[in-house]
């Protein structure tokens, strides 16, 4: 049965899982203006990525910090800071695990747009004026990171 919140669903759930890095120098957060993908394009959005098939979360974060914008993680890096559990606007949802690492140039070596054919620029935000045309996933993991709690939900009201 439906309900007007909740269309009717079949088949098997889907819930692809996500992995976030919050990359953090202080108050301010990187962040990537996505460009040419269909997907979220003039939006900026956390470094981030579906798992692949038989991938660790805490693999894929790093492949995602390292494919996207050059950031080595290692040792005890990443944080796992919490889950957002997200519906698109198609009415999907998501599972996203938000990643926090705190900035360290020589450990991490210097952020750089590494998929320019994905992405405009990359920059720093003060995570409280983040920009208007941030993605609302993104926005969601950062609230849930800086509410401190551990499952968020997003787009489920």
């Given at each position: ?19 976030f ?14 460009e ?21 979360a805490?693999?894929?974060?790093r ?19 919490a ?23 020589g ?33 969601a ?9 551990p ?7």
């Amino acid at each position: 049965m439906s309900t007007p919140h909740q269309p009717e669903q079949t088949g098997s759930p889907q819930h692809p899982v996500d992995v976030f890095l919050l990359l953090l120098d202080g108050e301010q957060v990187l962040l990537a203006l996505r460009e040419g993908t269909g997907y979220a394009d003039g939006q900026w959005n956390a470094p981030s990525g579906k798992l692949e098939l038989g991938e660790t979360a805490v693999a894929g974060i790093r492949r995602e910090a390292a494919e996207e914008v050059g950031v080595r993680l290692d040792g005890d890096e990443p944080y796992l800071a919490a889950t957002v559990h997200h519906r698109n606007r198609d009415g999907q949802g998501r599972i996203g695990l938000v990643f926090t690492a705190v900035f360290d140039a020589g450990r991490h070596g210097e952020p750089i747009n590494a998929e320019p054919h994905k992405c405009a620029k990359v920059g720093w935000f003060p995570l409280a004026e983040l920009p208007a045309e941030t993605d609302r996933y993104t926005r969601a993991c950062i609230t849930a990171w800086r509410t401190r709690t551990p499952l968020y939900l997003s787009g489920w009201q």
